[in-house]
Antibody
Framework: EVLLLESGGGLGQPGGSLRLTCVGS????????MTWIRQAPGKGLEWVSA????????FYGDSVKGRFTISRDNSKNTLYLQINRLRVEDTAAYFC?????????????????WGRGTLVTVSS | QAVLTQPPSVSGAPRQRVTISCSGS????????VKWYQQIPGKAPKLLIY???LLASGVSDRFSGSKSGTSASLAISGLQSEDEGDFYC???????????FGGGTKLTVL
């Protein structure tokens, strides 16, 4: 069974930083692309970032470019999201998801597994 | 960045059929495959449909997907109360180099 467990959420101050972590198990982590998706309270899903199976390529949504950095450590089956210059509008549940290796072809694959999410709250 | 347009809400009586539309453009739905997700409040989204019209494993065949041009649709037949939730379409956008979600559609079973 594919399992993804996010951690690292919590209360952050505007302008501060947080690092989210997602540990995968039940699949060969290094074979799959990974992605972060967030959902603000009461709002819809917003794709945040994606990373290829070996660490490249990386892609970012417009609202987070320049502030968020996605990375992975395949030796630890772990995905990261470094969030800098926190904004109030970054408040959301952050989900990690495992996807097929070819990012641009995600729509064609049923390999699509999500974690339960970790909540980030940005407030002074 | 949501450039996939869905109706905010749909509703139907038990045993009826409803459809949810998802309108995009030539750089996303017009070129790439569409997925559909169901999300129950407080839970992670669940994949329903991939590659436009293929049913994900374990998903009821009351759900079906289709795509035509730059639009896609999700149909739910034989509505049941357990179908209530939020539904999202998604597709890759070649111009933005981004994975896009629609704004979501809330389904209410009357």
């Amino acid at each position: 069974e594919v399992l993804l467990l996010e951690s690292g959420g919590g209360l952050g101050q505007p302008g501060g930083s947080l690092r989210l972590t997602c540990v995968g198990s039940g699949f060969t982590f290094s074979d799959y692309a990974m992605t972060w998706i967030r959902q603000a309270p009461g709002k819809g899903l917003e794709w945040v970032s994606a990373i290829g199976s070996s660490g490249t390529p990386t892609f970012y949504g417009d609202s987070v470019k320049g502030r968020f950095t996605i990375s992975r450590d395949n030796s630890k089956n772990t995905l990261y999201l470094q969030i800098n210059r926190l904004r109030v509008e970054d408040t959301a549940a952050y989900f990690c998801a495992a996807r097929s290796p070819a990012i641009v072809l995600w729509g064609t694959s049923d390999f699509d597994h999500w974690g339960r999410g970790t909540l980030v709250t940005v407030s002074s | 960045q949501a450039v996939l347009t869905q109706p905010p809400s749909v509703s139907g009586a038990p045993r009826q059929r409803v459809t949810i539309s998802c309108s995009g453009s030539s750089s996303n739905i017009g070129t790439n495959a569409v997925k559909w997700y169901q999300q129950i409040p407080g839970k992670a989204p669940k994949l329903l449909i991939y590659y436009n019209d293929l049913l994900a494993s374990g998903v009821s065949d009351r759900f079906s997907g289709s795509k035509s041009g730059t639009s896609a649709s999700l149909a739910i037949s034989g509505l049941q109360s357990e179908d209530e939730g939020d539904f999202y379409c998604a597709s890759w956008d070649d111009s933005l180099n981004a994975w896009l979600f629609g704004g979501g559609t809330k389904l209410t079973v009357l």
